[in-house]
Each structure stands twice: as structure tokens, then as C-alpha cells.
């Protein structure tokens, strides 16, 4: 079976300081992986995905991740966070289950940004 | 295209009352989700769908149904509400559960008394 997790519920940083959100998979085979934001009373939306072309992948809003295969790693980077980037960040992987893959979500981390 | 639409926004309903939450998709995707949004559970999904005709269960599927009948719509029914299925529901679409980017609606805040 395929996981994500999530390492820290909660991320607080200053305006202008580096954004890390951390992802970790367990996959027994290449996975697809997926960052996604929800702003406060909306649905998610995608940052960025991994379809193994390139290990590094820009996103939205200056976002970024590297796959990391031998960390079974994609966290999540912004250089300097700005006020807008608070939100909740997902990190998800799809999972063979019942003969088609299914969608796994994180539990996902909450990004406060201080002025 | 107007994406993935959800309605209600909001709903209250009492112990054992039944509704259906409506989820409609403009983009001819075949891949459908329901998912539950709960504090610190992140996204649990409860059903889906790869087509027309074709549903399964996910990983919360007690006390909800689906059906569905067209590509574009993809109804959540609750048979007997309960409180512990206060939650926010999203409906999301795809091209491809393992590859293509979900696309979710703005989501249903339900509460049951």
C-alpha cells in the first residue's frame, strides 16, 4: 500500500524567511506525487506534481519540490514566504486499491506567516 | 466551464434525516471522489467513481451512498445523518486517479444536530 505523511501539523515562519513543508511516501513502485493548497473556505487546488519527467518541479506562487528517491521524500519550498502563501498544504499519492489507483491525501500542515 | 460545482454551501439537518449532496462536473472527466474534511484528518475518501455505471467505496464509505447514472454528475447521499458525519464534503474530478490533477469544488459544510 501507498502513504503519504505529513511531518508537522502546524509550520509558523516570518514574511520574507524559507518556507519547507515536509512530505514523505512509502511506494513499492514509481509514484505519483502532489502538492496541493486550500485557502481559507475553498476547495484544494494543485501547486505542482511529480510524473518522474524531473526530480525538481516548480509550481504555482514560486513554490517548488524535489523528489528524493533514495529519502522517499518531496517536500515542499518557497525561498521567501509572503502573507498570502497562509494557508493548508496537502501532500497526496495515489495507491493501488480495489484495481485502479485511489488518491491518498496527507493529513496535511497549516502554514501561519508572520508580519 | 464553470468546473466542478457543489451545492448546498451550508446544511443543518437533525439525527436521522436523509439528504443528498449534489456534485457536478463540466470537463468530461470519468474519475469522481467524495471526500470528508475533518480537523486534522486531512482528506478521507469515502467514494468514487472511474465511469459512468461504476462506483466502489473508499476508505469512510459507512452511512453514505452514491450513484452514477452520468459522466457529469456524481450525487452523495446520507441515509440517516448522524453527528459524527458533521464534516465539510469536497467533490473532485480527474482525467486519471494515478496521474491527472484532481479538480475539487468549493465544498458543503453540513452539520448535524
Known amino acids: 500500500a501507498q502513504s503519504v505523511t505529513q511531518l508537522g501539523s502546524h509550520v509558523s515562519v516570518s514574511e520574507g524567511a524559507l518556507v519547507l513543508l515536509r512530505c514523505n511516501y512509502s511506494s513499492s513502485v514509481p509514484p505519483y506525487l502532489f502538492w496541493y493548497v486550500q485557502y481559507p473556505n475553498q476547495g484544494l487546488q494543485l501547486l505542482l506534481k511529480y510524473t518522474s519527467a524531473a526530480t525538481l518541479v516548480k509550481g504555482i506562487n514560486g513554490f517548488e519540490a524535489e523528489f528524493k528517491k533514495s529519502e522517499t521524500s518531496f517536500h515542499l519550498t518557497k525561498p521567501s514566504a509572503h502573507m498570502s502563501d497562509a494557508a493548508e498544504y496537502f501532500c497526496?499519492?495515489?495507491?493501488?486499491?480495489?484495481?485502479?489507483?485511489?488518491?491518498?491525501f496527507g493529513r496535511g500542515t497549516s502554514l501561519i506567516v508572520h508580519p | 466551464n464553470a468546473g466542478v460545482t457543489q451545492t448546498p454551501k451550508f446544511q443543518v439537518l437533525k439525527t436521522g434525516q436523509s439528504m443528498t449532496l449534489q456534485c457536478a462536473q463540466d470537463m468530461n472527466h470519468e474519475y469522481m471522489s467524495w471526500y470528508r474534511q475533518d480537523p486534522g484528518m486531512g482528506l478521507r475518501l469515502i467514494h468514487y467513481s472511474v465511469g459512468a455505471g461504476i462506483t466502489d467505496q473508499g476508505e469512510v464509505p459507512n452511512g453514505y451512498n452514491v450513484s452514477r447514472s452520468t459522466t457529469e454528475d456524481f450525487p452523495l447521499r446520507l441515509l440517516s445523518a448522524a453527528p459524527s458525519q458533521t464534516s465539510v464534503y469536497f467533490c473532485?474530478?480527474?482525467?486519471?486517479?494515478?496521474?491527472?490533477?484532481?479538480?475539487f469544488g468549493p465544498g458543503t459544510r453540513l452539520t448535524v444536530l
Open positions: 497526496a499519492v495515489s495507491a493501488r486499491g480495489g484495481g485502479s489507483y485511489i488518491p491518498t
Open positions: 473532485a474530478s480527474s482525467r486519471d486517479f494515478r496521474t491527472d490533477t484532481q479538480y
